[in-house]
C-alpha cells in the first residue's frame, strides 16, 4: 500500500507520516529532506539557488548529506523551497522517489506533490494542513525548545512566504490530490492527529 501525505511546511505531515509508517510496518521517505539536501549543496558550492543551471548541478549531493542536521535548519528549509521551482531539479529527484514509491510492500512517502505527482495512484492521499499562525506557534516551541530564540512574528512571516512560493510554482504546486483527504489539524494535538490519519487509513483501505 503507498501512502502519500502532503502539505505545507510545519503542518504536521512529518509527524504524522512515521506514526503511519510506524503502525502499518511500511518504509519512510521524508521527500523534503531530498529538496533541502540540494538547497544545501548549493550553498556548499557558493551557488545561487534561484539560479536552475545551480540548483541543478547541486542534485548531485552526496547520500551522507542527508544525515546531516543542517539540514533541518530554517535556513536550508528556505534554500529548499527556492531549488524546489526549479522544473530540472524537481525531474532530477523524480526517479529516486517514484522507486521509493513503487517498493514491494508498498511505502509512505511525505512532501507536497506526493498524490498529484510522484505516486498519483496511491489509494490513500492525505493532505495535511493547519492554519499559519497555528504552524509558526508549532515551528517557534520547537524552535525554543532547541535552544534558538526567534520572534514569533518573523516564523510567521517565513511560513507565509515558503507557503506562497510552494503553492505559486508553476511546475508541481503543493495543492491536495483531487482524491486526498484533507487532515486539518489546527486544533488537534499530535496524539489525536495520528490518531485521525490512522483512521482515515484504515477506512481508505477497506474501500480500497
Ligand atoms: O517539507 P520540507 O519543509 O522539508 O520541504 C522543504 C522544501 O522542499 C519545501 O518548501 C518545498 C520543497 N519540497 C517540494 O517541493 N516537494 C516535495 N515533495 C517536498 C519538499
Known sequence: MIIAVDGPTASGKGTIAKALAAHFGLPHLDTGLLYRAVGRQVQLNGGDPDDPDAALAACAFPDALLDDDILRSEEVGGFASRVSVHPAVRHALYERQRAFALQEGGAVLDGRDIGTV???????????????SERAR?????????????????????I???????????DAPLKPADDALVLDTTHFGREA???????AVLAKAGRA
Open 118 to 132: 510522484i505516486a498519483p495512484e496511491a489509494p490513500v492521499k492525505l493532505f495535511v494542513t493547519a492554519s499559519v
Open 138 to 158: 508549532r515551528r517557534w516551541l520547537e524552535m525554543q525548545g532547541r535552544g534558538i530564540d526567534v520572534p514569533l512574528a518573523a516564523i510567521e512571516r517565513d
Open 160 to 170: 507565509a512566504a515558503r507557503d506562497a512560493r510552494d503553492m505559486g510554482r508553476k
Open 193 to 199: 492527529a495520528i490518531e485521525a490519519a490512522i483512521e
